[in-house]
């Protein structure tokens, strides 16, 4: 059974397109993330959410943003895409978001921006 | 604000060699240090944590950690490593705020095995 997944793992599209990238967890977690891997391979975090709730939010442009129907789903819109935006994108959970909680990462999604 | 320092960025080995990866962060608080491991096309999965107790902590596949609070470093070793062990490892800390935990990685090491 895949703990995190997410859609589409494969996303090519053009600049100033919109574009959504679905994550599901099936752990039961009351937290998940959102990470993006640069091409260097430098993972930085997006948001946060706890039981639907944004807990983290760094500094990322307000195209970028993320929905949490329930705690299982939380999904990433990005509006206007811009070629810096292409990259690997990772969805995580964890079961509390406390401070020695394990994350559970997806797949990840690479987004290619043309 | 918390920071990793990982100052290898890619380290080639022959099967049995012994490892060693650095990692030093950088906060002045409590801190909860992790390892992770990306094999090729794979996700990322913890190899080891460390948030309390006996700073020398073992893991899956072999691997260990030891924290040295003095040094600001938690470094990843395995005594001999297999092929398999090719994979991007990553350092975290995890400092937190509000009670929440909010994950620094480090910029990684690309460990190439050669058979």
């Known amino acids: 059974d895949t703990a995190v997944s997410q859609t589409p793992k494969y996303l090519v599209t053009q600049m100033g397109n919109d574009k959504s990238i679905k994550c599901e967890q099936n752990?039961?977690?009351?937290?998940m993330y959102w990470y993006k891997q640069d091409s260097k391979k430098f993972l930085k975090i997006m948001f946060s959410y706890n039981n639907k709730e944004l807990i983290i939010n760094e500094t990322v442009p307000n195209r970028f943003s993320p929905k949490s129907p329930d705690k299982a789903h939380l999904n990433l819109h990005i509006n206007s895409l811009e070629l810096g935006d292409s990259a690997v994108y990772f969805c995580?959970?964890?079961?509390?978001?406390?401070?020695?909680?394990?994350?559970?990462f997806g797949p990840g999604t690479r987004l290619t921006v043309l | 604000a918390q920071s990793v320092s990982q100052h290898n960025h890619h380290v080639i080995l022959s099967e049995a060699a012994s490892l060693e990866l650095g990692c030093n962060y950088s906060y002045g608080g409590t801190v909860n240090l992790f390892w992770y491991v990306q094999y090729p096309g794979q996700h990322l999965q913890l190899l080891l944590k460390?948030?309390?107790?006996?700073?020398l902590v073992k893991g899956i596949k072999g691997f260990e950690a030891e924290f040295i609070k003095s040094k600001f470093s938690f470094n990843l070793r395995k005594p001999s490593v297999q092929w398999s062990d090719t994979a991007e490892y990553f350092c975290?800390?995890?400092?937190?705020?509000?009670?929440?935990?909010?994950?620094?990685f480090g910029t990684g090491t690309k460990l190439q095995v050669i058979p």
């Open positions: 752990l039961g977690h009351d937290t």
């Open positions: 995580a959970s964890s079961r509390a978001g406390g401070y020695t909680d394990t994350q559970y």
């Open positions: 460390y948030f309390s107790g006996d700073p």
């Open positions: 975290a800390v995890n400092a937190g705020s509000g009670g929440y935990q909010k994950v620094t």
